[in-house]
T-cell receptor, first 110, second 113 residues
């Protein structure tokens, strides 16, 4: 039982490049979330999903897109990376009240 | 707008002493409150929650928190701190449908031997 996994763990991008972050969960949870963590700002919700095939915007959605084609996977895409998107990205899933978090992806945009 | 405030960036306590990490919230509606802990280079881990019922809730690792509706607070407490409690603590709030969660900025807890 791996819980929530994230791929990749680290990535360096140049401004304007694109990439996709993958989140996978094996707990059959309906809800999945993408957050970014920045120093002094805590976690901010980017997008979330309440079930397979659904997505919705969170607090800071601009510059990101998501897809949930399969219940166990939640993808976060950056179409044209900007230095302001340098952050640590966390995925989480939820079945009951408690969220289960992945180990994070550290992204640097130069 | 919903928000959570953690007024202290850092809390320092000596091992064996009681600890308190503060959290206040602002929501339109009934709040559902959570505490999470983050160890270095790890994801967040759930500690405890308040959904309904007793205002004093107990969680993992000996932590507890008290929901105070009049003061809109949900402070995290532990009677006797351990060095291993040193970590980053986040308070979070959600509303009735639990679709979105709003996190505070985090408080770094340092427990010194």
């Amino acid at each position: 039982n791996a819980g929530v996994t994230q791929t990749p763990k680290f990535r360096v991008l140049k401004t304007g490049q694109s990439m996709t972050l993958l989140c996978a969960q094996d707990m059959n949870h309906e809800y999945m979330y993408w957050y970014r963590q920045d120093p002094g700002m805590g976690l901010r919700l980017i997008h979330y999903s309440v079930g397979e095939g659904t997505t919705a915007k969170g607090e800071v959605p601009d510059g990101y897109n998501v897809s949930r084609l399969k219940k166990q996977n939640f993808l976060l895409g950056l179409e044209s990376a900007a230095p302001s998107q340098t952050s640590v990205y966390f995925c989480a899933s939820r079945g009951g009240y408690e969220q289960y978090f992945g180990p994070g992806t550290r992204l640097t945009v130069t | 707008a919903q928000s959570v405030a953690q007024p202290e960036d850092q809390v320092n306590v000596a091992e064996g002493n009681p600890l308190t990490v503060k959290c206040t919230y602002s929501v339109s509606g009934n709040p559902y409150l959570f505490w999470y802990v983050q160890y270095p280079n790890r994801g967040l881990q759930f500690l405890l929650k308040y959904i309904t019922g007793d205002n004093l809730v107990k969680g993992s690792y000996g932590f507890e928190a008290e929901f105070n509706k009049s003061q809109t607070s949900f402070h995290l407490k532990k009677p006797s701190a351990l060095v291993s409690d040193s970590a980053l603590y986040f308070c979070a709030v959600s509303l009735y449908n639990f679709n979105k969660f709003y996190f505070g900025s985090g408080t770094k807890l340092n427990v010194k031997p």
